[in-house]
């Protein structure tokens, strides 16, 4: 595993630009006797291909963020220093990538009352349409979907998501001298502080409730005219006990200005306490939390656990690193969880 990771870490992947570093995968993997399948810069394995039995999809990014600025190391090649792998992608996600590939070798290796289906996809850093959406169809059914991100192995069982909303208050322009027009700030002042103080009725035990902040504003031309335009920025991020759909017409419902989503796709995600997965888990001795941070949990519409070894304080930072050890115990722990798990 550590020699896979740091090969893939000596061949640029930043995102979708990811090619050289899926023929590289696809290559390793064939070279292993497995039947690789591609579309785009998207690669998967499947045990039973055209089984009817439940389906749980081991998922991973191969690809990363542009290197920080303060770098004091070559991001591109792995250097071991400190008992650490240090490159860029190492923790976010290289080590689960090759956790989970060898976790699905060793798990096919005996009979699973499931079909399994490994998956290094593209685009993840930037919700990106060529990531793992693309497999989706070809891979069919998903039952469950275990997404590989630095959560120090702990389960993620709940994910915020994201939804931006540009709105736009309409007033009536005018002198700023006479009693004229309607102007469109105030008319946003209303809308405004509803977001500031709106509050959803679902809030989640791990993540809390819907949070809706007003991060961007602008409005009027000169200092003499009433602006007939307020328009500004809603940055919200869901708990999971919604879909992005359910909050837009809710905050619609409420406001008088207009309010258009640049996207809905990503969603929040969440799993119940009791699932098989995660009460396993709980047995191994595991702790469920909440997670801020967005993954491929967003753009899959179907059940999914996300956890992983590294540290997610230690994505997107210069001087990225590994343990060795926490692949090692990765591996094992993603094999303790789903051996012979009943979905």
């Known amino acids: 595993?550590?020699?896979?990771?740091?090969?893939?870490?000596?061949?640029?992947?930043?995102?979708?630009?990811?090619?050289?570093?899926?023929?590289?995968?696809?290559?390793?993997?064939?070279?292993?006797?497995?039947?690789?399948?591609?579309?785009?810069?998207?690669?998967?394995?499947?045990s039973e291909p055209e089984s009817d039995r439940p389906c749980i999809l081991l998922n991973a990014h191969i690809d990363?963020?542009?290197?920080?600025?303060?770098?004091?190391?070559?991001?591109?090649?792995?250097?071991?220093?400190?008992?650490?792998?240090?490159?860029l992608g190492t923790n976010d996600c290289g080590g689960a990538l090759v956790a989970l590939l060898e976790a699905y070798c060793s798990l096919t290796a005996r009979p699973q009352p499931y079909r399994l289906v490994f998956s290094a996809t593209a685009e993840e850093e930037v919700s990106g349409n060529g990531g793992i959406e693309m497999i989706l169809p070809e891979i069919g059914r998903v039952d469950l979907g275990?997404?590989?991100?630095?959560?120090?192995?702990?389960?993620?069982?709940?994910?915020?998501?994201?939804?931006?909303?540009?709105?736009?208050?309409?007033?009536?322009?005018?002198?700023?001298?006479?009693?004229?027009?309607?102007?469109?700030?105030?008319?946003?002042?209303?809308?405004?502080?509803?977001?500031?103080?709106?509050?959803?009725?679902?809030?989640?035990?791990f993540v809390g409730p819907v949070k809706m902040s007003v991060t961007m504003i602008n409005a009027g031309t000169q200092h003499n005219v009433v602006p007939d335009s307020?328009?500004?920025?809603?940055?919200?991020?869901?708990?999971?006990?919604?879909?992005?759909?359910?909050?837009?017409?809710?905050?619609?419902?409420?406001?008088?200005?207009?309010?258009?989503?640049?996207?809905?796709?990503?969603?929040?995600?969440?799993?119940?306490?009791?699932?098989?997965?995660?009460?396993?888990?709980?047995?191994?001795g595991l702790e469920p939390f909440g997670s801020p941070t967005i993954s491929n949990q967003t753009l899959s519409p179907f059940t999914t656990l996300k956890i992983g070894p590294g540290l997610s304080s230690r994505s997107h930072t210069a001087n990225e690193y590994i343990i060795p050890s926490e692949i090692s115990e990765g591996l094992e722990i993603y094999c303790n969880l789903l051996d012979g798990l009943q979905l």
């Open 230 to 284: 307020c328009k500004f920025v809603v940055d919200v991020r869901n708990n999971g006990l919604y879909t992005n759909e359910e909050l837009l017409a809710e905050i619609r419902s409420h406001i008088s200005c207009s309010a258009q989503p640049r996207s809905t796709r990503l969603n929040g995600s969440s799993i119940a306490l009791d699932h098989p997965v995660v009460a396993r888990a709980i047995e191994l």
């Open 1 to 46: 595993m550590i020699e896979l990771l740091e090969k893939l870490v000596g061949i640029p992947s930043i995102s979708r630009e990811e090619g050289a570093a899926a023929d590289f995968l696809q290559k390793y993997m064939t070279g292993r006797g497995l039947e690789v399948h591609r579309t785009g810069h998207n690669l998967w394995v499947e």
């Open 64 to 87: 990363t963020v542009k290197p920080a600025a303060s770098y004091t190391i070559d991001p591109f090649k792995p250097v071991h220093a400190d008992g650490r792998l240090y490159g």
């Open 146 to 205: 275990i997404i590989g991100e630095p959560t120090g192995m702990q389960p993620a069982v709940a994910e915020k998501g994201l939804m931006v909303l540009d709105c736009i208050a309409h007033g009536v322009s005018g002198h700023a001298a006479r009693e004229e027009g309607v102007n469109a700030i105030y008319e946003a002042l209303q809308d405004i502080e509803w977001f500031r103080s709106y509050r959803f009725s679902k809030v989640s035990d």
